[in-house]
Each structure stands twice: as structure tokens, then as C-alpha cells.
């Protein structure tokens, strides 16, 4: 019987066979960065090995594909830049082999793609395609969902947002004069010292919008919902408020 690994040659090269893919590494690789795993187990000296009897390798019955991916996290605490599925196929392997570091970094990066993805399939336009737009007469963009947009400095005057999904949309310093925002979805979007002169907002959802320093001058803002705005000097002369929700 083999007498179990001895903690004293952690530097010593171990080999190993996963699934068929050779890889060379030290026992200190193995089990310092991630002490509580499978492989700092196996590798702590505590357990009788069985090897290759000509290679003195150490098998184990996983996919080896990812597994130089684990190695580089191991050592340094890093891996390469993936795509979704190799993210979720090497999650796999992080769960077999116990690296709760290396499964606590891999979720983050999922959860990092899905909201990156989430953000860019919400808008069916983008700033270009607005600069596009807003060249034509009579332009309406009535039911489009321009959510998440830099809209900045645009000259929108005019324009017919009625029904859109504009939330966190920035409006921020943009010409609005005369705009229709009837029954929008604007929570959380900016207006920032924009020029809503004239607006149509009846019935807008403009929770958390921020209307800091615009000029909302006899703009119709009757049914709208103003809870949470932001409203720091803000021009609201001749303004329709009548029956809006501000709690």
C-alpha cells in the first residue's frame, strides 16, 4: 500500500491525468488558494493516492478541457475572458472539485453578461438611429422603447414620445419644447435642465425622474405620477398639475 502524500514536498511536481488531458502542476497549487476544496483534500497529505504505475500520475474521471482554467485560478486567481456556455460548463467543474472562490467569481461574471444583455436588448434604437430620425418632419416616436438611451443635447422639439418606454432614458440638457410624452414609461429617466417648454405629460409614469433645473413652463403634467422626482429648481410656472400623483 502507498503511504500517504507528504505535506513536506509541496513544491515537488504532481501530475495529473484528467479525463485523458495530462497536466503538471505542485501540491502548494493545489491547496493553498482554495484550502477547502477536493483537490487541497486529496493533496493534503492526509490521503493514500492511487497512480499511474509507470507515470506516477494522478487520474481523475472529469472532462479536462477546462480544467487548465482551474489551474490558472489556483495560481493566480484569475481566468481568461469566456463566453456563456464555457462560463457555465467550467461552473460545472468549480462545483465538482468544491472552489467556492472560483464558483463565487464565475456567478458574478453571469450575472455581469446577463445584466450587460439585458441593457442592450431593451432599446430597439440607438442614439444614431434617433440623430436619423429627428432630420425628418413629424417625427413620432409613439410606442418605441428608447429605455436606457443617451438622448443628451438632442433637439427633440416637437417629437411624439406618446406611449413609449423611455425609462432611464437621458434627456439631460435636450431641447423638448412641445413634445408629447402622453402615457409614457419614464421612471428613473433624466431631464436634467432639459427644455420641456409646452410638453404634453398626461398620464406619464415619471417615478424617480430626475427634473432638476428644467423648464417645464405650461407644460400639461395633469394625471401624471411625479413620485420620487427630483424637482431642484425647476421652472414649473403655468404648469398644469391637476390630480398628478407626487407620494
Given at each position: ?5 507528504s505535506?513536506s514536498?509541496?513544491?515537488?511536481p ?12 505542485t ?7 482554495e ?7 486529496m493533496?493534503s ?28 485560478w489556483?495560481?493566480?486567481?484569475s481566468?481568461p475572458?469566456?463566453?456563456e456556455?464555457e ?7 468549480a462545483?465538482?472539485?468544491?472552489l ?10 453571469l ?15 440607438t ?5 436619423k430620425?429627428?432630420?425628418?418632419q ?31 432614458t ?10 408629447k ?9 433624466s ?13 406619464a ?27 431642484i ?9 391637476q ?5
Open positions: 500500500m502507498q503511504a500517504p502524500e505535506p514536498s509541496s513544491s515537488a504532481v501530475l495529473l491525468n484528467i479525463g485523458g488531458k495530462k497536466y503538471a502542476t501540491v502548494e497549487t493545489l491547496t493553498q488558494r484550502p477547502d476544496s477536493m483537490l487541497a483534500a493533496f497529505g492526509r490521503h493514500t493516492l492511487p497512480r499511474h504505475p509507470t507515470t506516477g500520475a494522478v487520474f481523475v474521471d472529469r472532462d479536462g478541457k477546462h480544467f487548465r482554467h482551474i489551474l490558472n489556483l495560481r493566480d486567481g481566468i475572458v469566456l463566453s456556455s462560463y457555465q460548463q467550467l461552473l460545472k467543474e462545483e465538482y472539485y468544491q467556492l472562490g472560483l464558483d463565487d467569481y464565475i456567478n458574478e461574471k450575472a455581469s453578461k446577463k445584466a450587460d444583455n439585458s441593457t442592450s436588448a431593451e432599446s430597439e434604437l442614439r444614431k438611429d434617433v440623430i430620425c429627428i432630420q425628418a413629424k417625427i413620432r416616436f409613439r410606442g418605441v422603447n428608447l429605455s436606457g438611451l443617451d438622448l443628451s443635447k438632442l433637439d427633440l422639439s416637437e417629437v411624439d414620445f406618446s406611449y413609449a418606454c423611455i425609462e432611464r437621458n434627456f439631460s440638457c435636450a431641447n423638448l419644447h412641445k413634445a410624452f402622453r402615457l409614457v414609461e419614464a421612471a428613473c429617466s431631464f436634467d435642465q432639459a427644455n420641456l417648454h409646452e410638453c404634453e405629460f398626461t398620464g409614469n415619471l417615478q424617480e425622474a430626475v427634473l432638476d433645473r428644467a423648464n417645464i413652463q405650461s407644460a400639461n403634467l395633469q394625471d401624471a405620477c411625479l413620485t420620487g422626482c427630483s424637482c429648481e425647476t421652472d414649473l410656472r403655468s404648469s398644469h398639475l390630480v398628478y400623483k407626487l407620494l
